[in-house]
C-alpha cells in the first residue's frame, strides 16, 4: 500500500462521533488550527459537538444504524464537508475495518490503523491466535471460528465453568456474560449474541476462563509508520460493574516498577506482532500473580486523560500527527511518569433503581473550574436532551495530583460541585465509591462494586436543620426574585410592624412531611425547626448558589427548585425533597402493579414468557434495548401472565403498558 494514501497532512477533519469525546477531537484539532466537521443525526441536532464544529453535517434519523454507523452516509458527509480526514473516536465505527477500509477507498485519510491491523487485532479471537504465537501469556479460552452452540458447550465443559461468554467485536461489557454452572450457559449465549449484533453488528463470541478475583490493567500504546512504537505506562480499570468500566487510574497502584516494565514491554510486543500504527490499548487481567492478555482496542479509549495527565501528552494531537505521516515527538526513554491520575464516568442513570438509564432534557449543568489538577471533559450542557438512543455517558470528571491519596480526594471535590438537574446521574454514587476506604486502600477486584452495590447505592447522608434552613431560604429567595423591583418584598422578610409567621412543610422521598415555621418581620428573621428556634441570614454567591448563616455560622448551599421539587447541596451531600403544595390538590397518577410498562423509550428485543404462563415472583418477561444496554422485565409477585401487548421490534415510548399480570390467588 502506498504509505502516501495512507498518511499525509490535511486541513480539515471530519469527526463522526458525537457527545464528549467529539468535543473532544474538536478541542486539540482546532488547537493544531485544523478546520473541524462534526457529523449529527436529527436526536443530536443541537448537541453540543455540532455548536463547537466549523461545520456540521446531518447523517440521518435519531437511531444509530440510520445515522452513526451508516458508513456511506458518514463518508458522504465527508464529501459534501471538503473533510479530508476521518477521526473516528471510540464506539460507534471506531474499530469497524470496513468503514476503515471505505476511508481509504474514498481518498480519506483514517486517523487510525489500516483494516488489516483493525482485522487482526480488533478481533478478540484473532488477536489472541495471534498473541499465542507471539508468546504473549493469554487467559485459557475458545476463540475459534465455529459459533454453534454444540461447539461453544463443548468449549466450555473443557475450559471448567466459571466462564466468560464474551462478543468477539465488542468492548464496553456489551455482549459479555459470566456463566457459572451450564445450566446457565445457553440464555447466556443468546442474550449476549443479540447484545453484541445490536451494538456491534457481529455476534461471533469467544470464551475463556473468568479470572478468580481479577484486577484489569492495560497498556497505552501508540505507533508511528516509521516503525517506531511506544507505551505510555499502564492504567488501572479494575472498578467495573457489568464489565463496564467505572473508575479509570493511572498509574496502577498494584504493580511495582518491575511489573510495570514487565506489562509494558509485553504490550509493546504485542502491538508490535501487527507492525502496529496509531492509539491503541493492550489490555489485560492479573489474578495478583500472572498477568494475562485479553485483547487489544485498536481506537482511543475512554479513559485515555488519566494517561494523559501523567505523562503530558495529547493523545489526540499526537494522534493526528502520526496520520500526517510525521514521526513520534518522543522516544520511550522520554516518557516520564509524573504522579497520579483517576477518572469517573458520569452517566445519565439511576443507581438506586438497578442503574437504569435516565432520559430527559438536562435543566441545570454546573461543574467546577477546570483547574488545578482538574479536568471535565463533557458532551451536554445546560437545556441538552439526552435521550434513549445513545451511551448514557454525559461526562468524565479527571484530577491529576502528585499522590494517589491526594488525586482521590480532589476528584470527590470535583464530583461534589458538580450538579446536574433535569435527569438522574450516578454521581452520588461515585463519590460514595471513590472515597470507600478499601478503594483508598487499594483492596478490590472486578467484582468490587457488585459486592458493595447496596452499601454504595443507600442514602449516606440524614436531613438536618442545615437542609431545611437552606429549602425555605431557597424558595424565599425565589420569590423574591419574581417580586417587582420596587416591591418592599425585595428586601427578605421586609413588614412594616410587628412579626408573621409562615409555615413550609417538606417530604424527602416517600418519608414523612417535616414542618419548619418562619418568623419574620421587624428584628432578625428565624426559622423554627420543632423545639429548636434558629436566627439565619442569606447572601447569593457565585454559580448559582447562596451564603447561608445560621447562629453566625457560615456555610455554602446550592439550591435548584423546579416546581415544588427541591435539589440541595450542602456541606452533609446532596438532596432531594418536595415541598408540599400548601393549598392541597397534590395528587399522583399511579400505574396499576398488574401492568409491566417500559420504564424508558426502548425497543423489545426479546419476549421470554408465554401468554398464559404461571409466574413466580422475579420471572423474566420480555427484554428492552435501552441506551444500547439491555433491561429485562420482571413479574412483580407470582401470578399468570394474562396478557402481552407487545411484540419483538416494537419501539415503544417510557410508560407504555407492555404485559399484565393477574396475581396468584391468596
Not at 433 to 442: Q, S, Y
Not at 444 to 454: A, Q
Request: proline share 4%; hydrophobic share 40%.
Amino acid at each position: 500500500m502506498d504509505r502516501a494514501k495512507l498518511y499525509r497532512r490535511f486541513r480539515t477533519l471530519l469527526i463522526a462521533n458525537r457527545g464528549e469525546i467529539a468535543c473532544r477531537v474538536i478541542r486539540s484539532a482546532r488547537a493544531m488550527g485544523l478546520r473541524t466537521v462534526a457529523v449529527y443525526s436529527e436526536a443530536d441536532r443541537d448537541a453540543l459537538h455540532v455548536a463547537m464544529a466549523d461545520e456540521a453535517v446531518l447523517l440521518g434519523p435519531a437511531r444509530a444504524r440510520d445515522s452513526y454507523l451508516n458508513i456511506e452516509r458518514v463518508i458522504e458527509a465527508a464529501r459534501q464537508s471538503g473533510a479530508e480526514a476521518i477521526h473516528p473516536g471510540y464506539g460507534f465505527l471506531s474499530e469497524n475495518a470496513e468503514f476503515a477500509q471505505a476511508c481509504l477507498d474514498a481518498g480519506l485519510v483514517f486517523v487510525g490503523p489500516t483494516a488489516a491491523m483493525m482485522t487482526a487485532m480488533g478481533s478478540k479471537s484473532g488477536s489472541k491466535e495471534l498473541m499465542e504465537k507471539a508468546g504473549v501469556p493469554l487467559v485459557p479460552g475458545y476463540h475459534g471460528e465455529a459459533q454453534d452452540e454444540a461447539t461453544l458447550t463443548k468449549a466450555a465443559d473443557r475450559i471448567g465453568f466459571p466462564v466468560l461468554v464474551k462478543a468477539s467485536a465488542g468492548g464496553g461489557g456489551r455482549g459479555m456474560r459470566v456463566v457459572n454452572s451450564a445450566g446457565e450457559l445457553s440464555a447466556a449465549i443468546v442474550s449476549a449474541k443479540r447484545e453484541a449484533k445490536a451494538a456491534f453488528g457481529d455476534d461471533r463470541m469467544l470464551i475463556e476462563k473468568f479470572v478468580q478475583n481479577p484486577r484489569h490493567i492495560e497498556v497505552q500504546i501508540i505507533g508511528d509508520s516509521h516503525g517506531n512504537l511506544l507505551s505510555l505506562w499502564e492504567r488501572e480499570c479494575t472498578l467495573q460493574r457489568r464489565h463496564q468500566k467505572v473508575i479509570e487510574e493511572a498509574p496502577s497502584p498494584t504493580l511495582n516498577a518491575t511489573q510495570r516494565e514487565t506489562v509494558c514491554a509485553a504490550a509493546r510486543k504485542a502491538a508490535a506482532a501487527v507492525n502496529y500504527v496509531g492509539a491503541g490499548t493492550i489490555e489485560f487481567v492479573s489474578d495478583g500473580k500472572e498477568v494475562f492478555f485479553i485483547e487489544m482496542n485498536t481506537r482511543l479509549q475512554v479513559e485515555h486523560p488519566v494517561t494523559e495527565l501523567i505523562t503530558g501528552v495529547d493523545l489526540v494531537e499526537w494522534q493526528l500527527r502520526v496520520a500526517f505521516g510525521e514521526k513520534l515527538p518522543l522516544a520511550q526513554d522520554e516518557i516520564k511518569l509524573n504522579g497520579h491520575a483517576i477518572e469517573a464516568r458520569v452517566y445519565a442513570e439511576n443507581p438506586q433503581k438497578n442503574f437504569m438509564p435516565s432520559v430527559g432534557r438536562i435543566k441545570i449543568w454546573r461543574t467546577p473550574d477546570a483547574i488545578d489538577g482538574l479536568r471535565i471533559d463533557a458532551g451536554y450542557r445546560d437545556g441538552d436532551p439526552v435521550s434513549p438512543y445513545y451511551d448514557a455517558m454525559l461526562a468524565k470528571v479527571i484530577a491529576w495530583a502528585p499522590t494517589r491519596q491526594a488525586a482521590i480526594e480532589r476528584l470527590n471535590r470535583g464530583l461534589e460541585e458538580t450538579d446536574v438537574r433535569g435527569i438522574v446521574t450516578n454521581i452520588p454514587f461515585l463519590s460514595a465509591l471513590i472515597t470507600h476506604p478499601k478503594v483508598r486502600a487499594n483492596t478490590i477486584d472486578t467484582g468490587f462494586i457488585e459486592r458493595e452495590l447496596r452499601k454504595l447505592t443507600e442514602a449516606s447522608s440524614a436531613l438536618g436543620n442545615l437542609e431545611f434552613c437552606a429549602a425555605v431560604a431557597a424558595i424565599v429567595n425565589e420569590e423574591q426574585k419574581s417580586a417587582r423591583k420596587d416591591s418592599p418584598w425585595q428586601t427578605f422578610g421586609w413588614m412594616p410592624v410587628g412579626r408573621r409567621q409562615r409555615v413550609f412543610s417538606f417530604r424527602p422521598g416517600q418519608g414523612a412531611e417535616h414542618k419548619v415555621t418562619l418568623h419574620y418581620g421587624s428584628g432578625p428573621m428565624t426559622l423554627a425547626i420543632g423545639k429548636h428556634e434558629f436566627v439565619f441570614a442569606t447572601s447569593p454567591a457565585d454559580h448559582g448558589s447562596f451564603d447561608l448563616t445560621i447562629d453566625g455560622m457560615k456555610s455554602r448551599v446550592t439550591a435548584v427548585i423546579e416546581g415544588h421539587e427541591l435539589y440541595l447541596r450542602t456541606r452533609n451531600g446532596r438532596f432531594d425533597l418536595h415541598w408540599v403544595d400548601p393549598f392541597g390538590g397534590e395528587t399522583e397518577e399511579q400505574v396499576g402493579e398488574d401492568k409491566i410498562v417500559a420504564p424508558l423509550p426502548g425497543t423489545v428485543v426479546a419476549l421470554l414468557a408465554e401468554e398464559g404462563a404461571t409466574l413466580e415472583k422475579g420471572a423474566a418477561i420480555l427484554t428492552l434495548e435501552v441506551m444500547k444496554m439491555e433491561q429485562t422485565l420482571r413479574a412483580p409477585f407470582a401470578g399468570v401472565l394474562k396478557k402481552i401487548k407487545c411484540k419483538v421490534g416494537d419501539i415503544v415510548g417510557e410508560g407504555v403498558e407492555l404485559a399484565e399480570i393477574e396475581p396468584a390467588a391468596s
